[in-house]
């Protein structure tokens, strides 16, 4: 495993961690699901990111985790960074999601009793919320961390102008912000027009998730049909209409550039996004420890790409 700093921070970051946003729900298969940690851990996975709402149903995949975490994992808890995040409906009533203190403190402790732990390595506001001052939404987090529930603090789903006034705040008041959580993948570019990237700074470090645009940028979809037990066929987050003839397309010649460049296609996805030296890490999703392992074979194979090849890319994503 390669690591990177977290923004200014001293905090190393694997270039790849592990997200158990799908696949770790109560539905999950427990046999494959510690395989997947265990896996991941042993080769330097050594960042696990969660969320409160994160399962189906909310709440599953944390009380899994945690499960995990003390069966198979106790004793290395000081090896590990463990993240958590709130801002997304949790329980009913006008206190249950969104960006008030009333809300982050409330879910953080929850998180903490369902992962049995005393304190999370990085806690998230999940998304910007339009109706709290975010003075309140970054004391809140603040607190956490005065608090010994936190040891720092993530930004997840805010864009420039939002994420900068935000580290200001936390400044202010003695916490700063590490990390920025953010969409980012060779198909969808929103934080490059948001020049997201040269408003952190290298202040905020970015931290990518769906870098393979869940699934699509990856063998899964090459052959057009949509297999079984993939997030496509669930058609929840990632919808069977999404794999079009043009969409099969565009991933089969990006699967050529790939190819001529010794990698599967999700090997060169996730080098792409890390090529940038201000991404501190990718944040992958994985249904087996096989997908794990593929996508971590990416780490050693370096993150270079000749001028020619981004040009090439690039002009595959913006075809019409
Ligand atoms: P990815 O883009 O990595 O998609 C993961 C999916 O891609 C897997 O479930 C699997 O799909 C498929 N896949 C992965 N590797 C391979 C492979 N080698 N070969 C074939 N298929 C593969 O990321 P996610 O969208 O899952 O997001 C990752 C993490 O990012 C989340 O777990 C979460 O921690 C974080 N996140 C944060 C958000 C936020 O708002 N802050 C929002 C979304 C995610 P299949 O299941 O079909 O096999």
């Known amino acids: 495993m390669q690591y990177r700093n977290a923004g200014a921070s001293g905090l190393k970051l694997p270039v790849i961690s592990l997200g158990l946003w799908q696949n770790f729900g109560a539905e999950a298969d427990d046999v494959a699901t510690r395989d997947i940690i265990t896996t991941a851990f042993d080769h330097g996975v050594t960042h696990f ?6 399962g189906p149903p909310q ?5 899994r985790f945690g499960r995990i975490l003390h069966e198979e994992l106790a004793g290395y808890r000081d090896e590990m960074v463990i993240s958590s995040k709130a801002g997304y409906t949790m329980w ?5 999601d969104w ?6 403190i409330a879910s953080c402790d929850q998180s903490l009793r369902l992962m049995g732990l005393e304190y999370v390595d990085i806690f ?15 004391g809140a987090l603040a607190s956490l961390v005065k608090a010994g529930k936190a040891l720092y603090i993530g930004l997840s789903r805010y864009y420039a102008s939002e994420a900068i006034k935000a580290q200001r705040i936390l400044e202010g008041l003695g916490c700063p912000c590490i990390l920025d959580q953010v969409r980012y993948s060779i198909l969808d570019r929103t934080v490059e027009t948001d020049h997201l990237l040269s ?5 905020i470090g970015m931290i990518c998730f769906s870098p393979l645009a869940q699934g699509l940028l990856s063998s899964r979809y090459l052959s057009g049909s949509i297999p079984a037990g993939s997030r ?10 999404t794999i079009t003839p043009a969409m099969v397309a565009k991933l089969n010649r990006l699967d050529m550039i790939a190819s001529r460049r010794g990698q599967s296609l999700s090997e060169m996805a996730l080098s792409w996004v890390l090529r940038n030296p201000g991404v501190s890490s990718v944040l992958i999703g994985v249904h087996s420890s096989e997908q794990l392992l593929e996508n971590l074979s990416t780490v050693g194979q370096g993150w270079n790409f000749s001028e020619e090849e981004l040009t090439e890319i690039d002009a595959i994503v913006f075809a019409q």
């Open 49 to 54: 990111d969660l969320a409160d709402n994160y």
């Open 92 to 96: 009913p009533g006008p206190y249950g």
């Open 199 to 203: 408003a952190l700074d290298g202040k």
């Open 59 to 63: 709440g599953s995949a944390e009380e």
């Open 232 to 241: 496509a066929k669930e058609n929840r987050f990632l919808k069977e209409e």
């Open 124 to 138: 998230y506001h999940h998304r910007p919320d339009p109706a709290t001052p975010l003075e309140e939404t970054m």
């Open 99 to 104: 960006g008030s203190r009333k809300h982050l």
